[in-house]
T-cell receptor, first 112, second 114 residues
Framework: GENVEQHPSTLSVQEGDSAVIKCTYSDSASNYFPWYKQELGKRPQLIIDIRSNVGEKKDQRIAVTLNKTAKHFSLHITETQPEDSAVYFCAASKLGGNKLVFGAGTILRVKS | DGGITQSPKYLFRKEGQNVTLSCEQNLNHDAMYWYRQDPGQGLRLIYYSQIVNDFQKGDIAEGYSVSREKKESFPLTVTSAQKNPTAFYLC?????????????FGPGTRLTVL
């Protein structure tokens, strides 16, 4: 089955700097890759996703890139702000598949 | 944040007791999921259901049971057979698998075994 690895487990950046979180997946048939943000004590919420027919997707300060050949995808947050501090999870699945496989999560701390 | 609710928010259980966690959604989603969240281990799938009266085991189903008698409801029972049940439990729902696989999460239930 699918296995998703996520790095780093913790990441501290200075406010205004960029943050990058990387994930690798094992199943070459996976073609849907969402990213979820979970603030302390709250539920995970989808912040961006990408499908395998594109290599990059942007939404304001957030972008995701996908390298299908290497089977890895990354979350990029630019101009980080204190409210970006949270746990971020990547996931992978097949479109038409019935479940997501999640990475272990990255704790992002933005220091002001 | 509305649409999918879980209760209770906190639950305490004595060893040897079964407990049932509630999950309700009014999003008209066909699929519902239960995850367990432990520190440093991400979200692990316990059970999922794509249609009423049908459900499948996830990766860590041992010691858990579910039912899906109504489209809106997917309760999870943590049985005494679950050796380490203290965790944060998240319910999620989504459309049937297709071109859009987003899952929407409930606020979670924190279960503590005393």
């Amino acid at each position: 089955g699918e296995n998703v690895e996520q790095h780093p487990s913790t990441l501290s950046v200075q406010e205004g700097d960029s943050a990058v979180i990387k994930c690798t997946y094992s199943d070459s048939a996976s073609n849907y890759f969402p990213w979820y943000k979970q603030e302390l004590g709250k539920r995970p919420q989808l912040i961006i996703d990408i499908r395998s027919n594109v290599g990059e997707k942007k939404d304001q300060r957030i972008a995701v890139t996908l390298n299908k050949t290497a089977k890895h995808f990354s979350l990029h947050i630019t101009e980080t702000q204190p409210e970006d501090s949270a746990v971020y999870f990547c996931a992978a699945s097949k479109l038409g598949g019935n479940k997501l496989v999640f990475g272990a999560g990255t704790i992002l701390r933005v220091k002001s | 944040d509305g649409g999918i609710t879980q209760s209770p928010k906190y639950l305490f259980r004595k060893e040897g007791q079964n407990v049932t966690l509630s999950c309700e959604q009014n999003l008209n989603h066909d699929a519902m999921y239960w995850y367990r969240q432990d520190p440093g281990q991400g979200l692990r799938l316990i059970y999922y259901s794509q249609i009423v009266n049908d459900f499948q085991k996830g990766d860590i189903a041992e010691g858990y049971s579910v039912s899906r008698e109504k489209k809106e409801s997917f309760p999870l029972t943590v049985t005494s057979a679950q050796k380490n049940p203290t965790a944060f439990y998240l319910c999620a729902s989504g459309h049937l698998p297709g071109s859009y696989n987003e899952q929407f999460f409930g606020p979670g239930t924190r279960l503590t075994v005393l």
